[in-house]
């Protein structure tokens, strides 16, 4: 079991010049245009989670969008702000794991632009298969999302794209749609845990928690076999990890956003590491629980609440399924009765 890991102060850190986290008016517009291609996901109080938990126990169903993750609407609020901006490029090019990509695609191909996405080698073949379905041109370059991103900046200045970057104020004026959905939804939250991949999905829950003025608390989690963001954050500086995460892939980063850390370090709670273990045991009980499947990055929010459940009861705990997108063969392998530990 991993324990709670707390942050560097933070006046450790000189700031990036980050621009401004949307306000609640910047939200509500980012949800118009959200709104535009599906309308708001559920979150429900799941009797069983809560029993398990030990305590009322609200999941956001992020893998209900058309993508089946939280990424696409940051994509459609990016390129919504190009178009505004009169600047839509013929082609853009990214980076991902998969869901990422999925977002850049759904809102490139939208747009009638041109999208070519950088994968590692061995990525989720369900993952590629559905970008490749999206129009997207993949390209498979590199170990990790790391050299797969250092791949896309070279392609995109080479070809004269667009790079959209994994982490930008756009970006995160459309997450935060999702955030403040479940906030508005469930005003009786004390905590949510949030997963930490690149830092959109938290940062836009700290972005909705201060647009509505809200006091609960926002709790990190990051893989106990990718700890970039619980080193940076603790040392008050981006300190590259290493990735070891089999089933994790979303949250799968070697290298810390520097600009993310300057919106974390303030506003998290703390940090909690999940080993693959714990977020394989969390996919078996919320598919007990829901039958809904999780993506690695998807139960991690869950098994961090699982793992400080003892700390929680009387508490009213926000988790987010914030993905839904794992291979079959890897659900298979989670969910046999055989398979008491992942590995």
């Not at 030990?54 to 058309?66: A, F």
């Not at 370059?141 to 200045?157: K, N, V, Y």
């Not at 667009?162 to 508005?184: C, I, K, N, Q, R």
């Not at 004390?190 to 690149?198: F, M, S």
Request: glycine share 8%.
């Amino acid at each position: 079991m991993y324990r709670t890991q707390a942050l560097a102060p933070p006046a450790t850190r000189p700031s990036t010049g980050l621009p401004d986290l949307p306000s609640l008016t910047e939200i509500e517009a980012a949800a118009r245009v959200v709104y535009r291609e599906f309308q708001a996901t559920p979150q429900y109080r799941w009797g069983l989670s809560s029993q398990r938990l030990g305590t009322d126990c609200w999941i956001k169903h992020e893998n209900h969008t058309p993508v089946g993750a939280f990424k696409i609407r940051g994509g459609l609020t990016y390129f919504d702000a190009l178009r505004q901006a009169g600047t839509l490029p013929k082609e853009v090019i990214s980076a991902t794991r998969g869901n990422h990509g999925q977002s850049i695609g759904w809102a490139a191909r939208a747009h009638g632009v041109a999208c070519t996405i950088v994968v590692p080698r061995g990525n989720s073949l369900e993952k590629n298969a559905a970008m490749r379905a999206l129009g997207v041109t993949l390209v498979e370059h590199g170990e990790d999302f790391q050299e797969s991103r250092e791949f896309a900046m070279r392609l995109a200045t080479e070809r004269g794209a667009h790079m959209v970057p994994s982490f930008h104020a756009d970006l995160l004026s459309g997450v935060s749609t999702y955030w403040w959905e479940f906030m508005v939804a469930v005003p009786q939250l004390d905590v949510v845990y949030v997963p930490i991949g690149q830092g959109s999905g938290a940062c836009s829950a700290i972005a909705a928690k201060l647009a509505l003025e809200r006091e609960l608390r926002i709790v990190g989690v990051v893989s106990a076999h990718a700890t970039t963001y619980a080193d940076s954050l603790a040392a008050g500086r981006v300190v590259e990890a290493p990735v070891s995460t089999q089933l994790a892939d979303g949250m799968a980063c070697r290298i810390a956003d520097p600009a993310a850390l300057d919106i974390l370090l303030p506003h998290l709670d703390h940090i909690v590491k999940v080993s693959d273990d714990e977020v394989a045991q969390a996919m078996r009980d919320l598919y007990a629980d829901t039958h809904n499947i999780a993506e690695g990055a998807g139960a991690a929010s869950f098994a961090a609440a699982m793992q400080e459940r003892a700390q929680l009861k009387g508490q009213v705990v926000g988790t987010t399924l914030c993905g839904g997108n794992v291979d079959s063969a890897t659900v298979a392998k989670v969910l046999s009765p055989h398979a008491s530990r992942f590995a």
